[in-house]
């Protein structure tokens, strides 16, 4: 069962002479489950892609549909909602909110969606043992080291239990050691959760466990491969 | 609700993380402005307020009997007296009688009978020395000599005014005579003449008493061939001086309406000084409103830099989800707690230090003693002004930073 379809998928910058062309008519199918990697050169357009897909940004050209939602018809506010309940986001910057905790940090998109005070910090809890922070609830960011944040920002996108995550680039700041646990958590939770996970990394090793790897080229997806296929790249 | 929590959440996080100093300073900035608007007007208000206090104990009480407009004087002096002791809410009164007459200090040492005689029209009140001691405390205004007893003869009290030594310093302005506590003066009304001994002289914040000369009431009536004894006016204090309306309303329903004017302090206040209540009133929220908009600008560029200062972040939360409304509400509410605290260490500082410091201690006017006034419900008001004021300055940076394109926030784009 499909869960991302993107359709022609244009994304077009500035006006007249100055418009530039990003995205030049993508098509996508993410199964429901799929691991799937996004590779490319820097500036191939890997990350506007993200954007297009992750409703964080609107395509010029193309339609979305997430879910069996067309998110190309979502007003702003709905669009908020719609992120808030159905994905999750971990960004290249770890993102946190520095003046909250880290279980405050996990927590706010579970109040968000209106669960309770303890519910959600019970679930914010759950999730930062799942990464391996259990005993760093009350840290500030600033009190944690990248990896640990960027820890944080994991439990952030699966205490909510999404339908889907996203996350670009999220090793681009961290040491081989600290990368490769955040690729483990992606993939333990790929393989035990059946999560659907979209990500962009430049490490062929990081797209080892992945089920396909989408190779993008000046705005289009050139190639498909699979882990295996990657080595020979 | 819910949304108001999580904003909560993210507002007083921030305020809890942030610089000691810079959260001490913004709320010592708040608190100034309420300062500003409360007691600054306050004090201006007080000025006239203190004169008001200051006639109200010294001269006239809380209700005041008159002659009838077409009379000259209280008609049935003695029944309205009656009529008065038998409330129960008046706890004093004094009945006074006056009239004019000319005080002439140096005509014993004038030996040359074409010299300048140094005489001072005067008003005499006719007093029972007691019962106006005990109604004004004319005994505490005493700044020389002493106060009058009941059954001696031939002693009188002068206002400050009508002597040349204290009256100078207000220029000349005053009809005075030349004499000192001690010296004989000579008083005549008519053809009648009496001699007098000055026995104190009465100094007061109230120009109708330094503008008086005092004499117990039984000579006056002589002097004056009052025979009569209809007094010109009555004051009185009640145990509970607002009640003087429902009071005062009571009396001219009752008897006493037949024979004189009764009013309530209030009503016998002239007109010029309830305007100029109100004129400083009015400048003391003017200058007050200032403080507001200095306020406010102030609040307005610190959650603007706070704001601007957290745009990714601000986009990182509604990229998550977080509604833009959550995010306005937690900058409204830091603006809010600067608010809030600013003015509680302004009503502290206002109620618990600044009234009573200056109650103990007026600022001295000549013609009062200042005190601060800041009645409780005109506070609430200017309070709720300068926390709306506040919130709105806060709202308007959050809103223009949380409006802004989230990705574009988020990439720290333009
Ligand atoms: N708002 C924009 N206006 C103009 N050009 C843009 C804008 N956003 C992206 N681009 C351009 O689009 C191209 C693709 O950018 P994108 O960030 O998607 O690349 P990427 O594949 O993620 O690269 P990297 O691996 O370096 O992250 C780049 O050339 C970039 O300059
Ligand atoms: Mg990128």
Known sequence: MSIITAHNIHRRFGKGALEVHILKGIDIDIQAGEFVAIMGKSGAGKSTLMYQLSVLDEPSEGTVVIDGTDVSELREQDRTAFRLNTLGYIFQNYALVPDLSAEENVMLPLLMRGRGWLEARAAAENALASVGLGNKYKNLPAELSGGEQQRVAVARAIAGKPRIIFADEPTANLDSVSGQQIIDLLSDLHQQSKQTIVMVTHEPEYAAPCDRVLYMEDGLITKELSPSELQQL | ?414
């Open chain 2, 1 to 414: 609700m819910r949304n108001l929590r999580i904003g909560l959440l993210l507002g007083f996080r921030q305020i809890q993380r942030a610089s000691i100093w810079t959260t001490v300073l913004i709320i010592f900035v708040m608190t100034l402005t309420f300062l500003n608007l409360i007691a600054v007007s306050g004090v201006l208000v007080g000025l006239v307020e203190g004169a008001e206090q200051a006639v109200r104990e010294n001269a006239l009480g809380d209700i005041i009997i008159s002659a009838q407009d077409d009379e000259d004087r209280i008609l049935e002096t003695n029944t309205v007296v009656q009529a008065i002791t038998t409330y129960p809410e008046v706890v004093d009164y004094s009945v006074r009688y006056s009239g004019n007459a000319i005080a002439e200090a140096n005509y014993k040492e004038r030996r040359d009978l074409s010299g300048e005689r140094d005489t001072a029209s005067l008003i005499v009140q006719g007093i029972d020395p007691a019962r106006e001691d005990s109604m004004s405390n004319l005994s505490h205004l005493l700044r020389d000599g002493s106060y009058l007893e009941a059954d001696e003869e031939g002693y009188i009290l002068l206002g400050a005014y009508y002597l040349k030594e204290y009256a100078d310093d207000f220029g000349d302005i005053f009809d005075t005579i030349d004499a000192e506590t001690g010296d004989t003066i000579r008083l005549t009304v008519g053809d009648v003449s009496k001699e007098f001994v000055i026995k104190g002289i009465i100094e007061s914040k109230v120009d109708e008493v330094n503008l008086s000369a005092y004499i117990p009431e039984r000579e006056f009536r002589r002097v004056f061939g009052r025979l009569d004894r209809n007094a010109d006016q009555i004051v009185m204090r009640l145990a509970d001086p607002a009640q003087n309306q429902a009071v005062a309303e009571h009396m001219r329903e009752s008897s006493i309406g037949n024979y004189a004017k009764i009013q309530t302090y209030e009503e016998s206040l002239p007109k010029f000084l309830i305007d100029i209540k109100n004129t400083m009133n009015v400048l003391g929220t003017f200058i007050g409103s200032i403080g507001i908009v200095v306020a406010s600008i102030t609040i307005f560029i610190i959650i603007f830099i706070n704001a601007v200062s957290r745009r990714q972040q601000i986009g990182i939360l509604k990229g998550i989800g977080i509604e833009r409304k959550v995010i306005e509400i937690a900058y409204v509410a830091q603006a809010a707690f600067y608010a809030l605290t600013g003015s509680l260490f302004g009503a502290l500082l206002t109620y618990a230090v600044l009234i009573p410091y200056f109650a103990e201690n007026p600022i001295q006017f000549p013609f009062s003693d200042g005190i601060l006034v800041a009645d409780p419900e005109g506070t609430f008001w200017r309070f709720l002004t300068l926390f709306i004021v506040t919130l709105i300055a806060g709202l308007i940076p959050a809103w223009l930073i949380a409006r802004q394109n989230t990705l574009n926030s988020i990439l720290g784009r333009k």
